[in-house]
């Protein structure tokens, strides 16, 4: 399986951070690489992203969602 991580630290709450990650409609004004994203943040569903990376190939892909930490101080 593929993957894509991160780690960032953010001087903010977990809360203030969770409702920025998951305002997609949001992505592209912070998110260039993130053209569009769509769907239910849930364990278990699947997701429709579309990327671009600078210098790189567009693509879709369906992720899903493994599981949700930090809303209940586990990061």
């Known amino acids: ?3 894509i991580r991160t780690d ?3 001087n903010a709450t977990s ?3 969770w409702s920025v990650l998951a305002d997609f409609e949001k ?3 912070w998110n260039p690489f993130i053209v569009d994203a769509k769907g239910v943040i849930e364990e278990g ?3 429709k992203v579309r990327i671009s990376p600078p210098g790189g190939k567009p693509m879709a892909f369906k992720p ?3 599981g949700l930490l930090g809303l209940r101080g586990e990061c």
Request: hydrophobic share 40%; net charge positive; no cysteine.
């Open 64 to 66: 899903i969602v493994q």
């Open 27 to 29: 992505y592209p004004s």
């Open 8 to 10: 960032i630290r953010i």
């Open 1 to 3: 399986m593929r993957e």
């Open 15 to 17: 809360s203030k951070v």
């Open 45 to 47: 569903k699947r997701l």
